[in-house]
């Protein structure tokens, strides 16, 4: 059992406002004799109760309290002195136990007002939270399709041919896609079906410029989707090897993964 929740829920202050029904009253009278936290949540309650009512305690006017002993003596004033001083004792008795009244319900209220502003603050905090997560993850997803729209204007755009990278002899399962811009010389490169990579080890593309290798860049480990590399002025095809880490000056020829031609 939550205990923690059930204190919380409200139920603790419905008992001692009386307000609980009677099937609630004996679960918190079974519950607190279980669990000593409800006892102490109970006794708390009812010492914040006494408390709030001195504290918050409403006087009454003293003109109401003047017409009303006004209007009780006139209305109940005996003909025999005795009679009067005893009647006017009983008075006095009598608007003390308004008073009292008053009091009480003064303080009951209280205790009902400050029980509904907790609640109502919970539900304010777990509405704000909820507020919260979704306008993170609004922003997220923006930021998203931000990048996915720049990189469909980079495919879509005039000078942009899209060369498959296909997988050589013994790795035929490889496969890339590399865009390219002839106008604008940007590289973008789509990994597709190029496993990662072994510890110490990193994927470099090269350009095949008049039948010689030219580095075009290391591949991120970590870019998703269209990964930007090294711009390219000419080319007649492209290569993709594996290399160490921080790449090499020239192609390992045996570590070739992919290669496609260019078809303007």
């Not at 099937?23 to 010492?47: F, H, K, M, N, W």
């Not at 410029?209 to 030219?214: F, I, Q, R």
């Not at 160490?244 to 020829?253: E, I, V």
Request: aromatic share 8%; proline share 5%.
């Amino acid at each position: 059992m939550d205990i923690k929740a059930y204190i919380e829920s409200g139920i603790i202050e419905s008992y001692v406002l009386g307000l609980a029904t009677p099937q609630e009253a004996d679960e918190l009278q079974r519950l607190s004799q279980t669990y000593p936290e409800i006892a102490t949540a109970v006794a708390g309650c009812e010492q914040w109760l006494r408390e709030t009512s001195d504290q918050y305690a409403i006087p009454a006017p003293e003109a109401l309290k003047a017409r009303l002993l006004v209007r009780l003596e006139h209305e109940f004033q005996p003909a025999k002195l005795p009679d009067v001083r005893y009647r006017r004792e009983s008075l006095f008795k009598y608007a003390a136990a308004i008073l009292l009244l008053l009091l009480a319900a003064s303080g009951l209220l209280n205790v009902y007002l400050y029980s509904s502003y907790r609640k109502a603050s919970r539900d304010f905090v777990q509405l704000q939270s909820g507020i919260d997560m979704m306008a993170a993850d609004n922003k997220a997803f923006q930021a998203k399709l931000a990048v996915l729209e720049q990189d469909l204007r980079f495919i879509t755009a005039p000078g942009t041919l899209k060369v498959p990278l296909d997988g050589v002899a013994g790795r035929e399962d490889y496969q890339a896609t590399l865009y390219w811009n002839t106008q604008t010389k940007q590289v973008y490169l789509t990994a597709g079906r190029l496993p990662a990579p072994a510890p110490g080890k990193q994927y470099q593309l090269w350009a095949i410029v008049d039948g010689k290798p030219v580095s075009a860049g290391l591949l991120n480990q970590n870019c998703t989707g269209l990964c930007m590399l090294t711009p390219v002025q000419q080319a007649q095809a492209f290569a993709i090897t594996l290399e160490k880490a921080g790449g090499n000056a020239a192609p390992t020829l045996d570590q070739m993964v992919v290669l496609g031609k260019v078809n303007a």
